[in-house]
């Protein structure tokens, strides 16, 4: 079981940076592909971005290539994505969610999630 804590959301206007942080805990947490997948009002959740338990291998969904980067800190057991160049198209709640022995870029792989934290981009 890993239970996994998101912070750093916020109100940003367009072209600002965010950076948000997930906290995993539980058993063997720092072993788990982990990924960021956000959810727009309105819209089904979408995968945003995912890295390797070692950190050597990231992802990221097409509309955020060359702007947001997805990083971990192991000996932390926390998971990073830092975010600019922000588009109002970005509002979202962005989950930080977990899965073992899975390539983490289809949202339904993801086997822990935690309870989202709201981003918010001003036009």
């Known amino acids: 079981q890993v239970q996994l804590v998101e912070s750093g959301g916020g109100l940003v206007q367009a072209g600002g940076s965010l950076r948000l942080s997930c906290a995993a805990s539980g058993r063997a947490a720092n072993s788990y592909r982990m990924g960021w997948v956000r959810q727009a009002p309105g819209k089904e959740r979408e995968f945003v971005a995912t890295?390797?338990?070692?950190?050597?291998?990231?992802s990221y969904t097409n509309s955020v290539k060359g702007r947001f980067t997805i990083s971990r800190d192991n000996a932390k057991n926390t998971v990073y994505l830092q975010m600019n160049s922000l588009k109002p198209e970005d509002t979202a709640v962005y989950y930080c969610?977990?899965?073992?022995?899975?390539?983490?870029?289809?949202?339904?792989?993801?086997?822990?999630w935690g309870q989202g934290t709201q981003v918010t981009v001003s036009s």
């Open positions: 890295i390797s338990w070692s950190g050597g291998s990231t």
């Open positions: 969610a977990a899965c073992g022995g899975c390539r983490g870029d289809y949202v339904l792989q993801y086997d822990y």
